[in-house]
């Protein structure tokens, strides 16, 4: 048996050998030759030093006795230097008396020479005579050629490394030689002689031990070696009856692996059987759901048809004059119409984020502002029950985030119609603050609260706490269902803990990211010195619940805050009740700079030097009302808002073009519409529209989707095939509101898109967005 050459032992420790010792040699030969080229740096500078300071005494005597001849001999001799290349003698006044120079010698070495030393050195030593030591007679100057010296020092330097690299050598093949003798022949006598052995009978070879190396490494690697081959004949003959018994063993194994992979060959046929009817019903389940959302995007427009008319034509009633017994009934089926609008909303929507067809806005909006607008809504539903709608705001919440208004609106909708439906006596607070980067929303009730097990209800669709809170207080289960899974999906949590008779506390935390806004619509102006120079004494008590969000914000705002006294010099809040006894002793005698009555029944009457702040509290009535009561009216105060009479005037009469197939819609709309001042042309269609399009001109086309002979969709994509009316506005007006259905509008050229029932408001703003502009009056 042979190994290969660069594979034996004795090459490859010869070989780490050698190069850790050439590398050693190298860095000593390098740091030998560091230090001989600073020698040959010194040496060079002394030399020349040493030719100069020969020289000085004679060129100093050649300058002051101006002998020109004796200055050429010495400038002669200083070239015979090897290393000269120019020498002169220059006098007193920059001129040179005497010059002699010779050229370089060249060679291809000599830029490394030049990298090393340079290319030239000039040496100058100033002429004087000792008689005359103050006189200066000139300078003696020597210019020297550093390849000289530059080519000794590379001729001991490569010197020195060849012989380094003579010595690795010779090292080399001496140690390859010891090394083979000495190590890798005995090895090799070892390994032939384990060659040889036979398989079937290993035990019976022992190895010789070679000569001279009873002793060593080696001789101790052959013992232990037959040491082994003993173990092993014995160990041989305990194998053999191991195996036998092996063979009695795996026969039952055998048998037992057959049984086994029988049971579970039953087994996966029976679970490929079971994965079969899950995907029969997984498939069955998808069709199912597909068969709902066409069924309800279906009911959606034919129920939402019938009940446009039906609250259209409730409202045109309720605004005609009419008895009180009739209005109340009226008003009945108008709340009935809404209620029974809101549910079909809530299961639409429900289906729509089961579908996944639930489509979420991302725009700029204040989470202030909507809780107060939601707080606001929901305190007169509160006043009928007798309890406090309480909105606490953190002062610190950013103005604008990015996110979804309409679907947080609905969230805390449902949150606080719940709380209230839920809570006979007490209050119901939401708070709003920024956490760990979301906004988190808390709406807590004191009202019946819940079980245990209720609260693995409540988020079921048509489920409730119990039959008792069904039967007690009514309702459909829908409208948790809908939070939950509004708040998932805007990656969201919303949390709940409650105890029964103890209140329920919910808590929904969004992520929504701050609206990084130079110039928010909704910021505050600032607050006045005279605010916070006046201050405010608090004359409502302390258990009142509204208190604590009121101080919070004048704190915030810097507005000092004091205990109410009579004649005080501020502004006196109390609170606006018949029994409260603080506002009857303080209010009318109050002698400061006014008075704002707190009221949150919503029945306080303005006086003279009295203002009314309600509740809940929305940030900017308060500002508002501080201004007015401090007599601040035109210094920040203004309502921007305006009334709802400034809202809804009407700035011009527009012409518009109805087109509507239903006769009931047509009448509630066109109604609608009269009352805002505009007149109204109808269109049974499509095709209708465009007859009554090219009779006459219209300011805005308000177009219905589904329609016979031609529907609203092929009706604008014909209007802008026109070029006449390309710039002409047309708004969708449908009772589709399933995912999609906008797009399919714009899709068509349509402007914009409202849904069904008609809404006034809506409607203004719809029709004022996109009025064309007034002409100018020449």
Partial sequence: MTTAFQKRLSYRLTRDTVLIAMVLGLVLNVVQVTLDYFSARDSMEQEIQALIEISHSPASQIAYNIDIRLAEE???????????????????????????????????????????????????????????????????????????????????????????????????????????????????????????VRAESPEKIRLPVPRNHREDEIGLMVGVINQHLETIDSSLAQLRAAESAMKNYSGQLEQEVEDRTREISEKNEALQRGNRALVRAKEDAVRRARARANFLASMSHEIRTPLNGVLGMLGLALEGDLEPAQRNRLEIALNAGQSLLGLLNDILDISKVEAGKLSLENIPFSVRNLIEECATLHAQQARRKNIDVVADIDCDLPEMFLGDPTRTRQILNNLLSNAIKFTEQGSVSIRATRFSGNVRIDVIDTGIGMSKEGLHRIFSPFSQADSDTTRLYGGTGLGLTLCRQLVERMHGQILVDSEEQKGTHFTVNLPLPVHDQQEAELAMPAIPDQLRQTGVDMGIPPDYPHRTSIENQLRAWGVPIRDAARNGGGILMVVAEKDDETAGQLAPGWSGTGVILVDRNGSALPADNRQILSMPLRREQLFRTLCRAAGLEHEGAGDRTGTIEEQTEVTRSLNLLLVEDNQVNQVVASSMLKKLGHSVTLAENGKRALEALQQASFDIVLMDCQMPVMDGYEATRKIRENPEWWDLPVIAVTANVMQGDRDDCLESGMNDYITKPYNRADLKSIIDRWAPPEPQED
């Fill in 74 to 196: 010495l400038l002669d001799g200083l070239l015979r230097h090897p290393a000269t290349i120019d020498a002169r003698i220059i006098d007193n006044n920059g001129q040179t008396m005497a010059a002699a120079s010779q050229s370089s010698p060249d060679s291809r070495y000599r830029w490394i020479s030049d990298l090393l030393f340079g290319d030239s050195r000039v040496f100058s030593r100033e002429l004087v005579v000792p008689q005359l030591s103050d006189l200066s007679l000139g300078n003696l100057t020597v210019t020297i050629d550093t390849y000289h010296y530059g080519l000794l020092f590379l001729q001991r330097a490569g010197y020195t490394l060849l012989s380094g690299l003579l010595k690795s050598l010779v090292l080399t093949a001496a140690l390859l030689a010891i090394f083979y003798f000495v190590l890798t022949r005995p090895m090799l006598n070892v390994i032939g002689t384990l060659s040889r």
